[in-house]
């Protein structure tokens, strides 16, 4: 998306050097030009321009999968032009979609009888599957209240802060308050207990994550569950849970498969995966599953006729490429449960040979868990100072990409940087990451410190002429170091890439 602002005279054109055989005026950077240029100066302008984007398999800011086998990349060039929502003309595309659905539904143990379809959709991604099934949630929570003759006008759903920004576009969008359970230091998911006090009448479902954004911890479910079955007996409502398995849709099963978290706890209504994460797809898949065809309201579905028969529609965009969706078909069958736990494996692997580098600096608290999302997510055991930021700065002289971020309240004074472990980020690079941090860290320790200068700028306070110093406490000192580079961060319009 782009915001408006305005345009400084340099800003306007864009000038190109190779593509001059073709192009002798520089071509204007947002007005359409007025006349065409060739094919190849075309392809030559962006082309340069792209150069400078980061190395996506250097991007460790992302989950979202950056290789696939040449034969999937194959398939999928050859669906570019297929529109997934013409069934009529595309029923195969659409059956494979059917297929994946069916068979991500059995994955998170739906309970399906043999003859059962699954009822569930392909999206975009898990923003557009959290939207559809909160508009689920909250369609069903209305349609209850209306019948019992209640006001139906201020729901509510129940999240950890840690929750990513979908949620909170969901909440705004569809007018749902969003009601937050707050992190602490040490503690950085929903409470499950917590959760539970802050549900009322109104709470249309409370959201639990498999794999937290912000450190890969896998949040109780199954406490969760177990404390809202007690909260709604006493009271006779009937909330139910979504899980916003994102990331660990795809890992928990393979290599957690005893962990309860999916439809065997009776609670949990639909759950998010994004394919495009552990799902082993390039950006532009997620899928939402609902248990039954009980928890997804009729009226939400449209009803598409395609070869005659009968093909119901949940979705917020009409048109969208194939290619997605059969490479996701792709990856389940090439895989299989054994490639997806292999991969899996190895992601775990990895994650550790990182952790343990990392750990043998000695400079490091570790915030991430082993059993959730292969990442790792570290902070400083002294950032007084150089801090999280400079880090992700400077390694980005040696192409990585690691972002720093503060954590939500009430733990918005830890700072940590994260590193994604995908299926291609190889042990070998894993060894060379700890190898430039530790060339990183040594090159800030000669560095003298550019925030403690900062901060006793700030901190001199003119008194009847004289220069008072105020000493502070570390934890003082901390907080502040983390204000002046969120401040930072902010004036140089640099984004965290935390997704
Ligand atoms: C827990 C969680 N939920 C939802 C999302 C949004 O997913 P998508 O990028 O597939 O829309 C993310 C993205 O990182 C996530 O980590």
């Not at 297929?82 to 494979?96: A, I, S």
């Not at 991500?104 to 043999?114: E, K, Q």
């Not at 978290?261 to 994460?277: A, C, E, Q, Y």
């Amino acid at each position: 998306m782009v915001l408006s602002k305005t345009a400084s005279e340099s800003d306007v054109s864009v000038h190109s050097t190779f593509a001059s055989r073709y192009v002798r005026a520089s071509l204007p950077r947002f007005k359409m030009p007025e006349n065409s240029i060739p094919k190849e100066a075309a392809y030559q302008i962006i082309n340069d321009e792209l150069m400078l984007d980061g190395n996506p398999r250097l991007n460790l800011a992302s989950f979202v999968t950056t290789w696939m086998e040449p034969e999937c990349d194959k398939l999928m060039m050859a669906a570019i032009n297929k529109n997934y929502v013409d069934m009529d003309e595309y029923p195969v595309t659409t059956e494979l979609q059917n297929r994946c659905v069916n068979m991500i539904a059995h994955l998170f143990n739906a309970p399906l009888g043999d003859s059962e379809t699954a009822v569930g959709v392909g999206t975009v991604g898990s923003s557009e599957a959290i939207m559809l099934a909160g508009l689920a949630f909250k369609r069903k929570w209305q349609n209850k209240r209306k019948a019992e003759g209640k006001p139906y006008d201020k729901p509510n759903i129940v999240t950890g802060a840690n929750v990513q920004v979908c949620w909170e576009k969901f909440a705004r969008y569809f007018e749902v308050e969003l009601k937050e359970v707050k992190l602490r230091e040490g503690y950085y998911v929903m409470d499950p207990a917590k959760a539970v006090e802050m549900v009322d009448e109104n709470t249309i479902c409370v959201a639990a994550i498999l794999g937290s954004t912000l450190n890969g911890e896998f949040e109780d479910v199954k406490l969760l569950n177990d404390l809202l079955l007690d909260k709604n007996k006493q009271t006779g409502w009937d909330t139910p849970i979504h899980v916003d398995a994102a990331s660990g849709g795809f890992i928990a099963p393979f290599i957690y498969p005893e962990l309860e978290w999916d439809f065997r706890l009776p609670l949990v209504k639909s759950i998010n995966v994004s394919g495009h994460k552990y799902g082993l797809v390039y950006a532009g898949i997620g899928w939402v599953i609902w248990k039954t065809k009980d928890d997804l309201p009729d009226e939400l579905i449209f009803h598409i006729n395609y070869l005659g028969a009968d093909q119901p529609t949940f979705t917020l965009n009409f048109s969208k490429g194939s290619s997605q969706v059969i490479a996701q078909y792709y990856q389940l069958i090439r895989l299989g449960y054994e490639g997806y736990k292999n991969i899996m494996e190895n992601c775990r692997d990895n994650m550790l040979v990182l952790k343990e580098g990392l750990e043998k600096t000695g400079r490091f608290n570790i915030v991430s868990k082993d059993n959730g999302v292969p990442l790792v997510a570290f902070s400083l055991k002294d950032n007084s100072c150089h801090n999280e930021f400079e880090i992700s700065e400077m390694l980005r002289k040696f192409g990585w990409i690691v972002p720093a971020y503060t954590m939500p309240p009430d733990a918005q004074h830890v700072t940590v940087l994260r590193v994604v472990i995908r299926e291609d980020f190889s042990r070998t690079l894993a060894e060379r990451l700890v190898l430039d941090i530790e060339k990183v860290l040594h090159e800030l320790d000669t560095l003298p410190s550019r925030v403690a200068a900062k901060i006793s700028a700030a901190e001199e306070i003119q008194k009847d002429g004289t220069t008072l110093v105020k000493k502070k406490s570390d934890l003082e000192t901390q907080r502040e170091i983390t204000t002046i580079w969120r401040k930072f961060v902010r004036e140089r319009k640099k984004t965290n890439g935390v997704c």
